[in-house]
């Protein structure tokens, strides 16, 4: 029982390039989400999608972009990282009933 | 201000204490509560989901939602070595786009020492 999978777990990425933060999840959810997590912070919503096709920004989306093409797959594409994007980025899904389920997390640094 | 009000701690307490966690909001429009536990270089996980005043009990879990007061807690009794995690509190709007869009409190360090 897989549940929400990111890839990858760890990477540093220089001032200016770009990335994509993968999230696949096998549990048929509509709604699926971004999070970012700083030292101290809680996590803050990057964006969000409710189904395929249809995606919305969240609290922090600056610097960021998304896509939902199917229900299993929410990329998080960073283009141009800035050292302010160091973080650590969570991707979760939720159920019917408003239950989230989260992925283990990937550790960007930016340098 | 913040919507969500949660203490960082650090909170440190001996094996067996009753545990309280805290946190209090200002948006009345949240409906929806819930505690995750997260270890250390993991994700949170959901240990208790509230949507109405009064408390909720589960093992040695139980969260308390005061919607007059805009406050909610979450106590662990007889705590253990591995209750020891950051706790965040978190919280949603009714319906609609805002269904599920959780805002989370800071985290409450918690470790428990045997």
């Known amino acids: 029982n897989a549940g929400v999978t990111q890839t990858p777990k760890f990477r540093i990425l220089k001032i200016g390039q770009s990335m994509t933060l993968q999230c696949t999840q096998d549990?048929?959810?509509?709604?699926m989400y971004w999070y970012r997590q700083d030292p101290g912070m809680g996590l803050k919503l990057i964006y969000y999608?409710?189904?395929?096709?249809?995606?919305d920004k969240g609290e922090v989306p600056n610097g960021y972009n998304v896509s939902r093409s199917t229900t299993e797959d929410f990329p998080l594409r960073l283009e141009l990282a800035a050292p302010s994007q160091t973080s650590v980025y969570f991707c979760?899904?939720?159920?019917?009933?408003?239950?989230?389920?989260f992925g283990q997390g990937t550790r960007l640094t930016v340098v | 201000q913040k919507e969500v009000e949660q203490d960082p701690g650090p909170l440190s307490v001996p094996e067996g204490a009753i545990v309280s966690l805290n946190c209090t909001y200002s948006?009345?429009?949240?409906?929806?509560f819930m505690w995750y536990r997260q270890y250390s270089r993991k994700g949170p996980e959901l240990l208790m989901y509230?949507?109405?005043?009064g408390n909720k009990e589960d093992g040695r879990f139980t969260a308390q939602v005061d919607k007059s007061s805009k406050y909610i807690s979450l106590f662990i009794r007889d705590s253990q070595p591995s209750d020891s995690a950051t706790y965040l509190c978190?919280?949603?709007?009714?319906?609609?786009?805002?269904?599920?869009?959780?805002?989370f409190g800071q985290g409450t360090i918690l470790t428990v020492h045997p």
């Open positions: 549990m048929n959810h509509n709604y």
């Open positions: 999608s409710v189904g395929a096709g249809i995606t």
């Open positions: 509230t949507y109405s005043s």
């Open positions: 978190a919280m949603s709007r009714a319906g609609g786009t805002s269904y599920g869009k959780l805002t």
């Open positions: 979760a899904s939720h159920s019917q009933w408003g239950e989230a389920f």
């Open positions: 948006n009345s429009a949240f409906q929806y």
